[in-house]
């Protein structure tokens, strides 16, 4: 759907088009190419979608869904009401910021595709509604393309095979079925919301080594979103063994309230007793919410711990190294002075600062970890190299 380059250079992906793929195809975290897991994705919450009738209605399209939002991996129903879709058709194709683009990018649960300008097959735009694919080309005759895609960050670019035509039949605004085969531009275009509709983003074409370098976090946080969690932004340059949840965060940053034993004034603070007292101690005071007033995110994942349970390990580390600053010790000073940072009223946690808080707190582990090393270096060379190279010399 947006910007694309045809490739001469060999691409050996192959798009899909016969089969959906699930969001955890996208989330491989290793270093290396790993096979495509496949599985079925939940649904979205029911209150993000809305149908072609009730979209009619509100009269607009609304903002379009961003990664990571559920929408973009929800299989979209197919159209059994014709009445309203002439209308969103139009709507569709009037408020699209591209040359392409499926109803699900913007909320709506429905099967309908709109393509115009290069895009398009016809002089004027072009709306494909159920489609489903009759036929393509052979594997010999695919062809490179480099895609973006709107719902992605910006800058994120995949090399992936497209089928060089296509045979499609669907239906029109009106419910009139016909089949038509789609060529070149317009082939691709079509692949590209044919797999909207089906919960498959471009990077689903590539194993996580063939992405861009910046695209690995991508990779992760798109893990993290399928298992129920966001990975918060710093977490690739933590050299953590597993992404932090940002929900995890939030649950420890709500156990660091008024009357937590971790926070007894008047004494250094420990990092054993730090982990000891968290563990003991439960969520505190109201849902959290941005310095905006926004609500954050619930502190709990699908698949992770709830509230009764002991925070994540790692949240834990990743708190103590922000307030500590790597240290073994803190006092209850710079604890104020930190939190005072990072939750600036009982109910408000700001992200930003904590994430700088954690990244300030890991460069001096990294730091005191190099000065140790240094040290370690410059004895074993005083007291093992210089005494084994005076011996060599003199022998000679």
Do not use: K
């Not at 990664?67 to 159209?79: N, S, Y």
């Not at 009106?174 to 789609?182: H, I, K, P, Q, V």
């Not at 582990?365 to 005083?382: D, K, R």
């Amino acid at each position: 759907m947006l910007l694309l380059l045809a490739l001469t250079s060999s691409v050996t992906r192959r798009a899909i088009i016969a089969a959906p793929v699930s969001a955890a195809a996208a989330g491989q975290v290793s270093g290396s190419a790993s096979a495509t897991q496949q599985s079925s994705a939940a649904p979205p919450p029911a209150a993000l979608l809305r149908s072609v009738s009730e979209a009619a209605r509100a009269g607009t399209l609304g903002p379009m869904a961003m990664w990571p939002d559920p929408v973009l991996r929800h299989v979209a129903a197919p159209v059994d009401d014709f009445g309203p879709v002439e209308q969103f058709s139009q709507m569709l194709v009037d408020g699209m910021e591209s040359t392409a683009i499926a109803a699900t990018q913007y909320h709506v649960n429905a099967q309908i595709i709109a393509l115009r300008g290069a895009s398009s097959p016809l002089p004027g735009p072009l709306v494909l509604v159920n489609p489903r694919v009759l036929a393509r080309s052979p594997e010999e005759q695919m062809r490179p393309w480099r895609e973006v895609c709107l719902v992605l960050p910006p800058g994120l670019e995949v090399d992936l095979l497209r089928d060089a035509w296509v045979t499609v039949e669907s239906a029109d605004s009106a419910g009139r079925r016909s089949t038509r085969t789609l060529r070149g531009e317009p082939a691709r275009a079509f692949q590209h919301e044919y797999d909207h509709l089906r919960g498959v983003l471009i990077v689903d074409h590539a194993d996580l080594a063939d992405l861009p370098a910046e695209s690995e976090l991508l990779a992760q946080r798109t893990a993290a979103a399928d298992a129920g969690g966001t990975v918060i932004g710093c977490s690739f340059w933590l050299g953590y063994p597993a992404p932090l949840y940002y929900e995890d965060v939030l649950d420890v940053a709500a156990r660091l309230g008024e009357g937590c034993p971790a926070l007894t004034p008047g004494r250094l603070l420990r990092r054993a007793e730090f982990e000891t007292a968290l563990a003991a101690s439960r969520p505190r005071g109201a849902q959290l919410r941005g310095r905006d007033g926004s609500p954050l995110p619930s502190l709990t994942r699908g698949t992770g711990r709830g509230s009764q349970q002991p925070p994540s390990a790692l949240a834990v580390d990743a708190a103590w190294t922000a307030l500590s600053g790597g240290s073994s010790y803190v006092s209850p000073e710079e604890v104020a002075r930190q939190l005072g940072r990072w939750r600036p009223e009982p109910a408000v946690f700001v992200l930003d600062e904590f994430e700088r808080s954690l990244l300030a707190g890991r460069a001096g582990v990294a730091s005191g970890y190099l000065i140790l090393f240094g040290m370690q270096a410059l004895a074993l060379a005083l007291f093992v190299v210089q005494p084994l190279w005076e011996a060599a010399v003199g022998a000679t």
